[in-house]
């Protein structure tokens, strides 16, 4: 079993370094590499071997937890270009998003004094839309532009907007209980 932890993700899976993937494919060389290095098929091994495999087999699953996701993807690409979001830390927002993001969470606030479950579903509807285009953005700064600043402020933007998408979960939640 040949290990070399200093393979990035992409890499790894022998993926072309952008963001748009071909999911299907790289989850059919994950399903393939995990075949190799599974645990499982170490347990006659010696300690060092098993040791190994596991190591091997979490950075595998790592890896494809952080290129299945979008947003992970996009920050990982990123950090491969020398680039940090910063999400922790700067909380700076353009000024016509955060009106926005104002206005959204008022509509919530709304919906869900109301009780009104329908108008939450739509209002988390139409937040996925804004997401998927958000993500269809992050695949034309990354990928067609090189504009790796513009799409720091865009991951920031989505992480806010993936995390309002569980505020709207958990109070759709809290209403049907």
């Not at 790289?26 to 091994?45: A, C, F, L, T, Y």
């Not at 329908?118 to 997401?131: A, P, T």
């Not at 269809?136 to 402020?153: F, P």
Request: charged content about 25%; proline content about 2%; some cysteine.
């Amino acid at each position: 079993m040949s290990i070399d932890f200093t393979r990035n993700y992409f890499e790894l899976f022998d993926l072309p370094q952008k963001f748009r993937l071909d999911i299907l494919r790289m989850s059919e060389v994950w399903r393939n590499i995990q075949n190799q290095i599974h645990p499982d098929k170490h347990v006659n091994g010696s300690q060092y071997e098993k040791r190994l495999a596991m190591q091997w087999a979490t950075y595998v699953n790592e890896g494809l937890v952080t290129l299945r996701d979008p947003v992970s993807r996009a920050r990982y690409l990123l950090s491969l270009h020398g680039f940090d979001t910063h999400e922790e830390t700067d909380t700076r927002m353009p000024a016509d998003f955060l009106m926005e993001q104002m206005s959204w969470h008022e509509a919530v606030y709304d919906a869900f004094h109301n009780k009104n479950i329908n108008m939450l579903n739509e209002l988390f509807n139409q937040l996925r839309e804004v997401i998927a285009a958000g993500e269809s953005k992050l695949g034309q700064l990354i990928d067609d532009e090189g504009n790796y600043s513009a799409a720091v402020t865009e991951v920031r933007k989505l992480c806010f907007l993936q995390s309002f998408s569980q505020d709207i979960t958990q109070s759709i939640e809290r209403l049907e209980q």
